[in-house]
C-alpha cells in the first residue's frame, strides 16, 4: 500500500487558515476572554516546537507551556493583527508561512515579521506549529 500523498493546496490553505485561528484563540487568552484552558491554545503546537521571538530569545514548547497561565488576561486591550500572510512553500506534509503581525494596546503598536513552518496532521483539526522566527519591523521613515 503507497502512503497517500499530501495536497499541497489543501495544506497551503489549512496553514493560512491557522495563523489566522491561532492569533484570534491568543488574543482572547491575553485578554482573559473565554475558557481559561491552557489546553486550547497548546494543542496548536508540535511537541518539537521552537521560537525565536522578536527579541532574539528562544523557547521551546515546555517553556511556553509554563508561561503560558501567567499570560491569561494580561493584555486586556491587545488587539492582534495578521496582514501580508504569504505561503512560500509546501513540502510533504510542511507549508512555510510568512506575516506581519501587528500588535496594538492602550500603550501603542508593534510590528514583527515571522516565519513559521507549520505541519499538517491529518488526523487532527488544524495544522500544528513548529517553528516560529519573529522579527520587529523596522520604523517606517519619516515623510
Known amino acids: 500500500m503507497t502512503p497517500e500523498k499530501s495536497d499541497p493546496n489543501r495544506i497551503a490553505d489549512a496553514a ?5 485561528d491561532l492569533h484570534r484563540v491568543l488574543q482572547a487568552w491575553f485578554r482573559g476572554e473565554g475558557d481559561n484552558d491552557p489546553e ?19 523557547l521551546g514548547l515546555a517553556d511556553f507551556a509554563g508561561a503560558l497561565p ?13 496582514t501580508d500572510l504569504a505561503v512560500r512553500h509546501v513540502e510533504g506534509r510542511a507549508a512555510i508561512v510568512v506575516y506581519r503581525e501587528t500588535q496594538t494596546q492602550d500603550d501603542g503598536a508593534n510590528q ?17 506549529w513548529l517553528h516560529l ?3 520587529w519591523c523596522a520604523p517606517s521613515p519619516a515623510a
Not at 516546537?49 to 522578536?54: H, K, L, S, T, Y
Not at 514583527?112 to 500544528?128: C, E, F, H, M, Q
Open 16 to 20: 493560512t487558515a491557522e495563523v489566522h
Open 40 to 58: 486550547l491554545v497548546l494543542s496548536r503546537f508540535d511537541e518539537g516546537f521552537r521560537m525565536v521571538g522578536a527579541a532574539g530569545s528562544a
Open 133 to 135: 522566527q519573529e522579527t
Open 112 to 128: 514583527r515579521w515571522a516565519s513559521a513552518v507549520l505541519l499538517d496532521r491529518p488526523a487532527g483539526p488544524t495544522p500544528v
Open 70 to 82: 501567567k499570560m491569561w488576561g494580561s493584555r486586556p486591550s491587545l488587539v492582534m493583527e495578521i
